[in-house]
């Protein structure tokens, strides 16, 4: 089983900035199961990006993913004030599935 | 509507059973292979179950693998998860999600809560 890394836990900006959320895998990720949720207090999680770097139906193009082999990154460009929650990576390795534990982005 | 709704959490004691359900409308439940996902209480995701869209294939996480097992019914469009010889590890938030294409799960229910205490 491949263990995902996130970092840093906790992310401090403002609205307006951009963040950049680290999701590091144990291994090389042979395949491009690779996908990102966001999930805001008392919330289910929300689909963000999936394949590395697609946008899941509705995301605004805020929201980008990229990477390749075991560091893969989040990108927020210019946060807004709702964008402000938890982050997780989740991998899919043959039959069964890994989430990061997840960064904390918080209004600074 | 598209939505999964989850149902059957409580509380229950150690070594007892449940068994959730999860019931999905608005997309050809038939078609997509199914997840289950929970969250501890303050704690991240952890991925526990999956069965395919036929029910052929099915994987467990190893903390559940023995006592839990999932199951559906394409035609009730409802999936299942028979919990037994539960623990106190076992208390979080129960989703169930939809499989995609990309092995990404594009579609949550709000969730069902199980407590084990004694």
């Known amino acids: 089983e491949i263990v995902l890394t996130q970092s840093p836990g906790t992310l401090s900006l403002s609205p307006g900035e951009r963040a950049t959320l680290s999701c590091r895998a144990g291994q090389s990720l042979t395949s491009s199961y690779l996908a990102w949720y966001q999930q805001k207090p008392g919330q289910t999680p929300r689909l963000l990006i999936y394949g590395v770097s697609s946008r899941a139906t509705g995301i605004p193009d805020r929201f980008s993913g990229s990477g390749s082999g075991t560091d893969f990154t989040l990108t927020i460009n210019r946060l807004e004030p709702e964008d402000f929650a938890v982050y997780y990576c989740q991998h899919y390795g043959g039959s069964s599935w890994t989430f990061g534990p997840g960064t904390k982005v918080e209004i600074k | 509507e598209v939505q999964l709704v989850e149902s059957g959490g409580g509380l229950v004691k150690p070594g007892l059973s449940l068994r959730l359900s999860c019931e999905a409308s608005?997309?050809?439940?038939?078609?997509?292979?199914m997840n289950w996902v929970r969250q501890a209480p303050g704690k991240g995701l952890e991925w526990v179950s999956s069965i395919s869209s036929s029910g052929t294939y099915i994987s467990y996480a190893d903390s559940v693998k023995g006592r839990f097992t999932i199951s559906r019914d394409n035609a009730k469009n409802s999936l299942y998860l028979q919990m037994n010889s539960l623990t106190a590890e076992d208390t979080a938030l129960y989703f169930c999600?939809?499989?995609?294409?990309?092995?990404?799960?594009?579609?949550w229910g709000q969730g069902t809560l199980v407590t084990v205490s004694s």
């Open positions: 608005g997309f050809p439940f038939g078609s997509f292979s």
């Open positions: 999600a939809k499989g995609a294409g990309g092995k990404q799960n594009d579609l």
